[in-house]
């Protein structure tokens, strides 16, 4: 069954078992350490990880593209609201440039924002994740221990989240073994 985000030679969705010697290759081919891979292991093994989306080449099968969502524990005055955090993305250096991160992380939000999420966090540069409408603006006010610049995130079900909330926003314990978080 074809998934939202699917092209003529992409084919984007969840990941499934078979898929996992993949995606640790693709990590570990895209980032210069191997932080982002064993954090993707640490987070399937503490059952933190909520969505995997893959992309696949359609011609060849493999696989070209990867993104991560886990579980944070979030609280807003005090109450918890489902959220989640994306990371790592990573897309296979030869296929770059052509919409396949955008595939990726669309196709994962529109799940999320169908099972409930009402926020996703990302650590990233907000020159990429503003398209998706991503900003630091929603994220400044959370308690984390990676508040700044690059600490951004998006209110899902229609934008509810006001911005200026503010609350705790804690990561999965994996991430602790990021060098910078
Ligand atoms: C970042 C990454 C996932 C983007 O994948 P992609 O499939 O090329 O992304 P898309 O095709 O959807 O978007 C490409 C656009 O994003 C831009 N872009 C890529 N990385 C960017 C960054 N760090 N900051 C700003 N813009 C960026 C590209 O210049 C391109 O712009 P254009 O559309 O105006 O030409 C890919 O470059 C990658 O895997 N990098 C190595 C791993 C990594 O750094 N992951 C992100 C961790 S937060």
């Given at each position: 069954?074809?998934?939202?985000?699917?092209?003529?030679?992409?084919?984007?969705?969840?990941?499934?078992?078979?898929d996992?010697?993949?995606?640790?290759?693709?990590?570990?081919?895209?980032?210069?350490?191997?932080?982002?891979?064993?954090?993707?292991?640490?987070?399937?093994?503490?059952?933190a990880?909520?969505l995997?989306?893959?992309a696949?080449?359609?011609t060849t099968?493999?696989?070209?593209?990867?993104?991560?969502f886990?579980?944070?524990?979030?609280?807003?005055?005090?109450?918890a609201?489902?959220?989640?955090?994306?990371?790592?993305?990573?897309?296979?250096?030869?296929?770059?440039?052509?919409?396949v991160?955008?595939?990726l992380?669309?196709a994962?939000?529109?799940?999320?924002?169908?099972e409930?999420?009402?926020?996703?966090?990302?650590l990233?540069?907000?020159?990429?994740?503003?398209?998706f409408?991503?900003?630091?603006d929603?994220?400044r006010n959370?308690?984390?221990?990676?508040?700044?610049?690059?600490?951004?995130?998006?209110p899902?079900?229609?934008g509810?989240m006001?911005c200026?909330?503010?609350?705790?926003?804690?990561?999965?314990?994996?991430?602790?073994?990021?060098?910078?978080?």
């Amino acid at each position: 069954m074809p998934e939202a985000g699917d092209t003529a030679e992409l084919i984007v969705r969840p990941a499934r078992g078979e898929d996992v010697a993949g995606i640790d290759s693709l990590l570990r081919a895209c980032f210069a350490r191997a932080d982002e891979a064993d954090l993707v292991r640490q987070l399937c093994v503490d059952g933190a990880m909520v969505l995997m989306m893959v992309a696949l080449d359609g011609t060849t099968g493999a696989i070209v593209g990867a993104v991560a969502f886990s579980r944070m524990a979030v609280t807003v005055d005090d109450r918890a609201i489902p959220a989640v955090a994306l990371a790592p993305l990573a897309v296979s250096a030869a296929y770059r440039r052509r919409g396949v991160g955008e595939a990726l992380v669309q196709a994962g939000l529109d799940r999320l924002e169908a099972e409930r999420a009402v926020l996703c966090f990302v650590l990233g540069d907000p020159g990429y994740y503003r398209r998706f409408g991503f900003h630091e603006d929603y994220a400044r006010n959370f308690v984390s221990p990676y508040a700044g610049d690059a600490l951004l995130a998006l209110p899902l079900q229609g934008g509810l989240m006001p911005c200026g909330v503010r609350g705790d926003a804690r990561h999965a314990d994996a991430f602790a073994m990021l060098g910078a978080g």
